[in-house]
């Protein structure tokens, strides 16, 4: 099943390193501003639409 990781942007550096401790150097993933706990559900529905793009490319392989 096609999936897409999505992660704040503090943790851009850990999921980088974990990728290339997995083996998967380059493992796509979509960035979202942090944080994210304390947003409204309209706040993170905003966000979700803004990662919509990078998701849709991650699970198409566009570039």
Known sequence: MPA?????????ASAKAQA???GNPGYPFA??????????AAE??????????QVIAILT???
Do not use: E, K, N, W
């Open 4 to 12: 897409a990781v999505i992660c704040t942007d503090q943790f851009v």
């Open 31 to 40: 960035v979202v501003a942090h944080p994210i706990g304390s947003l409204t």
């Open 44 to 53: 993170l529905r905003s966000r979700a639409a803004a990662a919509l793009p």
């Open 20 to 22: 290339a401790i997995c």
């Open 61 to 63: 392989g566009a570039p």
